[in-house]
């Protein structure tokens, strides 16, 4: 089971992180990825990192800005966004994709678990 939290209200320029807690399992079973649906539009992939390498993942658009890390010690993936932008406005989530592969060109056609409420995280002035 994952569970997405962090989410919240940000200017422009913040930051916020987001966690993703793994319960009942290892980290180093799963490749693990972050994943946004913005209002009106489809989910997208954001970041990913794979499950034993830790060889991490970014969508063109969070480049530079966003990063995840694994913490195996409280069984958590991070997101940390920075310089947040309104065009980030979206509900986060986070899952496993099933069949291991990280990429953010495409949402996993299949996940372990399910995909959970995700986290709200609003970017305004």
């Known amino acids: 089971q994952l569970q997405a939290s962090g989410g919240g209200l940000m200017q422009p320029g913040g930051s916020l992180r987001l966690s993703c807690a793994l319960s009942?399992?290892?980290?180093?079973?799963?490749?693990i990825g972050w994943f946004r649906r913005a209002p009106g539009k489809e989910r997208e992939g954001v970041s990913c990192i794979s499950k034993s390498e830790d060889i991490t993942y970014y969508a063109d658009s969070v480049k530079g800005r966003f990063t995840i890390s694994k913490d195996r010690a409280k069984n958590t993936v991070y997101l940390q966004m920075d310089i947040l932008k309104p065009e980030d406005t979206a509900t986060y989530y986070c899952?496993?994709?099933?069949?291991?592969?990280?990429?953010?060109?495409?949402?996993?056609?299949?996940?372990?678990?399910?995909w959970g409420p995700g986290t709200l995280v609003t970017v305004s002035s």
């Open positions: 009942g399992f290892s980290l180093d079973d799963f490749a």
């Open positions: 899952a496993a994709p099933y069949n291991d592969v990280c990429t953010t060109d495409r949402v996993p056609a299949r996940i372990w678990g399910s």
